[in-house]
């Protein structure tokens, strides 16, 4: 079983939806990530979340560490929203350190007009 | 602009030969990962750097090296041992000494080997 899983896979949607994308993890975690691939390839990320909500603009990302899930958002959702929406864990690590992100498999979400 | 450079975007090379891609960034950054993305799959850890002349395996190390000679640079050699070297490649890069630390990824560099 993957350590991240993400959910749905695949989500096409009108535009003008409420989108929501959901990520549950198995381990103990410092962050989670929520990261944005485009058709070119690259990724830009979008919210770091270790508690809480966060927003920015229309995307909206919630952390439920005791449940080991996460959502992210997307209101008046738009066909330039149209991406691979990836989350992605830092595990913890006494005394901190970097040792990479685990990632999900990605969801790919199209938004229709 | 601060950010990490991959390069080529594109690269084609014959199967037995060994290719090294590119990663540079201007961010100060300590830590810098190297991971591959398949179709249908995460993208997974090839190897991870804390700092200049050190650097650790990830979870798919094999076929794989890399050198750490200066801060900004972390180049990645995909050697003739790879047995499917064919995927998209991602560089990225970090601050450490931090619990919670955002995460800058380069644009990618897209291998095929033919």
């Known amino acids: 079983k993957n350590e991240v899983e993400q959910s749905p896979q695949n989500l096409t949607a009108q535009e003008g939806e409420f989108i929501t994308i959901n990520c549950s993890y198995s381990?103990?975690?410092?962050?989670l990530h929520w990261l944005q691939q485009h058709p070119g390839g690259g990724i830009v990320s979008l919210f770091m979340?270790?508690?809480g909500k966060k927003k920015h603009g229309r995307l909206i990302a919630t952390i439920n560490i005791q449940e080991k899930h996460s959502s992210l958002h997307i209101t008046a959702s738009h066909p330039r929203d149209s991406a691979v929406y990836i989350c992605?864990?830092?595990?913890?690590?006494?005394?901190?350190?970097?040792?990479?992100?685990?990632f999900g498999k990605g969801t790919h979400l199209i938004i229709q007009p | 602009d601060g950010g990490i450079t991959q390069s080529p975007k594109y690269l084609f090379r014959k199967e037995g030969q060994n290719v090294t891609l590119s990663c540079e960034q201007n961010?100060?950054?300590?830590?810098m990962y190297w991971y591959r993305q398949d179709p249908g799959q995460g993208l997974r850890l090839i190897y991870y750097?804390?700092?200049?002349?050190?650097?650790q395996k990830g979870d798919i190390a094999e076929g794989y090296s890399v050198s750490r000679e200066k801060k900004e640079s972390f180049p990645l050699t995909v050697t003739s041992a790879q047995k499917n070297p064919t995927a998209f490649y991602l560089c990225?890069?970090?601050?450490?000494?931090?619990?919670?630390?955002?995460?800058?990824f380069g644009q990618g560099t897209r291998l095929t080997v033919v």
């Open positions: 990225a890069s970090s601050i450490i000494g931090q619990l919670n630390t955002e995460a800058f």
């Open positions: 381990v103990g975690i410092s962050a």
């Open positions: 979340l270790s508690s």
């Open positions: 992605a864990v830092r595990r913890f690590r006494a005394g901190g350190g970097a040792d990479g992100l685990t």
């Open positions: 961010l100060n950054h300590d830590a």
């Open positions: 750097s804390q700092i200049v002349n050190d650097f």
